[in-house]
C-alpha cells in the first residue's frame, strides 16, 4: 500500500541538515512506499538557521500542518543538548516532530546509521574491519598532530572500494569533452536502494521508520 501525502497533508516540510540527508529520506521514503514532494524535503543547513526558514514554518503553521525534524545527534556529545538546540529555534506554537540521527536515542549522524546499516556479509564487513584496523593503526603512531579520517571520508571509501571502476560515474559528453554528471560515491548521488552496499531492511532502521509511518 503506498501512503500518498497529497491525501493526508499531515506532513508539510521535513526539514533537514544537509544534502546527504536529504537523499538518504527521500529514497527511504520511496523504499517505505510513501508519497512526498521532493521539494518539501528542506535543507535548512543546521539547528542555528531554522529561524530563517519563517515562511515555510509560517505555511505550516497557517495551514495546521506539521513540520518534521531529522538533523544529527551530535552537538558536544549530548543527545538532550542537540534536541534542545533545535526546540528553542522553534515557535511554541508548532506543530513539530524531532528525530535525531542515528537511532533518536544515541549520539551520532546520518554516517554512524550508515555504518549500522551495512550488510553483514562479505566483503562489506571486512571492507569495515579494515577501516577500523586503519584508524587503531593511525592511533598507535607516535607523532603528533595526526589526523583520523571522518566517517563522511569512511563512507565515501567504502563505496569507491566496492564499486567497479566502469560503474562508479555517469560520464556525459559535451561541446568541452566528457564530464562526470554523476559520481556514486558522493552524498548526492548515492543510491542507498542498492542492497549489496545498503540493508534498508536492518533493525537498526526500526526507529525511524516508527516515526516516519507515524507521521506520514
Known amino acids: 500500500m503506498i501512503t500518498n501525502y497529497a491525501n493526508t497533508m499531515k506532513t508539510r516540510y521535513i526539514f533537514v541538515e544537509g544534502i546527504a540527508d536529504k537523499v538518504f529520506i527521500k529514497q527511504y521514503l520511496k523504499y517505505l512506499k510513501i508519497v512526498f514532494p521532493e521539494n518539501n524535503i528542506v535543507i535548512v543547513g543546521g539547528n542555528a538557521k531554522l529561524h530563517t526558514f519563517y515562511d515555510k514554518i509560517e505555511e505550516a503553521k497557517d495551514n495546521n500542518e506539521r513540520i518534521v525534524v531529522i538533523f544529527d545527534a551530535d552537538i ?32 551520532g549522524n546520518l554516517e554512524t546509521l550508515l555504518e549500522n ?24 603512531i607516535k607523532y603528533r598532530p595526526l589526523t583520523i579520517p571522518p566517517q563522511k571520508s569512511k563512507i565515501f571509501t567504502y563505496l569507491d572500494v566496492l564499486i567497479p571502476n566502469k560503474q562508479k560515474y555517469v560520464k556525459k559528453k559535451d561541446g568541452d569533452g566528457t564530464k562526470i554528471e554523476k559520481d556514486f560515491r558522493k552524498e548526492e548521488d548515492r543510491d542507498y536502494t542498492n542492497s549489496f552496499h545498503w540493508d534498508l531492511n536492518s533493525m537498526y532502521l526500526n526507529n525511524l521508520m516508527k516515526f516516519i509511518k507515524e507521521n506520514f
Open 117 to 140: 546499516i551495512i550488510p553483514n556479509q562479505t566483503p562489506n564487513n571486512e571492507v569495515m574491519k579494515c577501516f577500523d584496523k586503519f584508524g587503531d593503526c593511525i592511533t598507535e
Open 76 to 107: 558536544d556529545n549530548d543527545f538532550a543538548k542537540s534536541y534542545s538546540e533545535i526546540t528553542k529555534n522553534l515557535p511554541d506554537d508548532l506543530d513539530y516532530k524531532i528525530f535525531l540521527f542515528p537511532n533518536n536515542h544515541d549520539i
